[in-house]
């Protein structure tokens, strides 16, 4: 359904605009033909109009094919804008580890959640791809948590699983030019599902989730907290580590938006963080958290449907952050990003000197404007030289006119003076 509207929305753009190509062209041929029987003024200022309307027509329908692009970038910059002022004003969405400075109340589900471990490997069928790498962080895990399950899923699996679970999904997952979208996904759907916890192949456990905490965190152990993960730079939340409890309203509603954001970016890096990687995951959190927000008064927010940012217990974010090589209170995570390319590397670039870019940019808009605006004048001169090159005609000719008359009468004059 949504591939045939936006089928049709393309098939009405483009007869848009071939309507008002032909119109525009028909109306510019017209004042051409005009010649001089109009003046070069009216002339001027239709073509300007028709240049105008062409140009808005443009736009517009520029704007209707990229409008589900423009609603992403809109959601990034919502999150990049409101993010911290939401943390400062809803505080209690950070939750101290290892330990909080004010006690905690009533946050506690009855229950842990299942003591599952997913982790995920996608090979994609090629044969060089090996795990080994790994293995030191995935034992760790599973040392610290020998009671728990821990499963490994790979790519046969996974699709078995989402075909099954997710079939509204399942399209999507294996249309994903990259692992790492189909990755992302299948987090989301693993917890939706089983509930659990999720890390990253690079991410080493530092301490049992499932230790117990002192009475001021308001929970026995982290595992008895609805949702819970990282803090993301420079706003958001990261998905390299998230604990959760199954069928988490969160989850559904990022499950449910999936669909809708698969669509075509120039950069493969924009185009996960955009689908299915953090940007999505932290765009759809701070849509929850508002929502919850507006809920608190009325009719209030179930303790099982609340998320949680970890932090340390002056409620700073950054020193649990899996941000590149780091060592956390829980984790040290290795910082692989298998997934980034040249893309990745260009816009860590922009960000190092995102002013020089800036100017560079302003300065080729500028340059572009001012080629366009030259262009147009320059355009109109031959206009204004036949005009003119008229209007003397015109004049030569009355004068000639006038200077024969004038002889003329002289002639008649003189033949009567000579009768």
């Not at 002056?314 to 952050?321: F, K, L, Y």
């Not at 204004?384 to 000719?397: F, G, K, N, T, V």
């Amino acid at each position: 359904m949504l591939l045939s509207v936006r089928a049709a929305c393309t098939v009405a753009v483009k007869v848009l605009l071939s309507t008002g190509l032909t119109l525009w062209w028909a109306c510019f041929n017209n004042t051409e033909s005009q010649g001089l029987e109009g003046s070069s003024k009216t002339q001027s200022n239709m073509r300007t109009r028709y240049f105008v309307s062409l140009v808005l027509l443009g736009t517009v329908s520029i704007l209707l094919l990229l409008r589900q692009h423009i609603r992403d970038l809109g959601e990034i910059a919502r999150t990049y804008s409101v993010f911290h002022s939401y943390i400062k004003h809803n505080p209690d969405v950070l939750f101290g580890y290892p330990s909080s400075s004010t006690p905690r109340k009533d946050i506690s589900l009855a229950e842990p959640i299942p003591k599952i471990i997913h982790q995920i490997f996608l090979s994609d069928g090629k044969a060089n791809a090996s795990i080994s790498k790994y293995e030191p962080a995935i034992e760790s895990c599973k040392t610290l948590h020998p009671s728990w399950k821990a499963y490994m899923w790979t790519d046969s699996d996974a699709r078995d699983f989402m075909s099954k679970h997710y079939p509204e999904i399942y399209p999507h997952y294996v249309g994903y030019k990259q692992n790492i979208q189909r990755a992302n996904v299948l987090r989301y759907a693993l917890l939706h599902h089983y509930g659990g916890v999720y890390v990253d192949l690079d991410v080493t456990c530092r301490v049992a989730l499932d230790a117990q905490l002192d009475e001021k965190s308001g929970v026995p152990t982290l595992t008895h907290l609805p949702l819970l993960t990282p803090g993301a730079y420079p706003a958001g939340v990261n998905n390299a580590f998230i604990l959760s409890r199954p069928k988490h309203p969160f989850l559904t509603e990022l499950l449910r938006k999936v669909p809708s954001r698969d669509i075509w970016w120039p950069m493969p890096y924009v185009e996960n963080m955009l689908s299915t990687g953090c940007g999505f995951f932290g765009n759809i959190w701070m849509s929850f958290a508002l929502r919850l927000e507006r809920e608190k008064i009325n009719p209030g927010v179930r303790k099982e449907d609340r998320v949680y940012i970890l932090a340390d217990q002056n409620g700073d974010m950054e020193s649990q952050m899996l941000r590149g090589k780091v060592v956390t209170p829980l984790f040290e995570h290795g910082g692989a990003s298998s997934w980034h390319g040249w893309d990745a590397a260009m816009l860590v670039l922009i960000g190092k000197h995102y002013g020089f870019f800036a100017m560079g940019l302003i300065l080729a808009i500028s340059l572009a404007v001012a080629a366009a605006w030259k262009l147009t004048r320059r355009s109109r001169q031959p206009q204004r030289r036949r005009a003119s090159w008229s209007s003397l005609i015109s004049r030569l000719s009355l004068e000639r006119r006038s200077l024969e008359k004038r002889a003329h009468e002289d002639e008649e004059r003189g033949l009567m003076r000579e009768e």
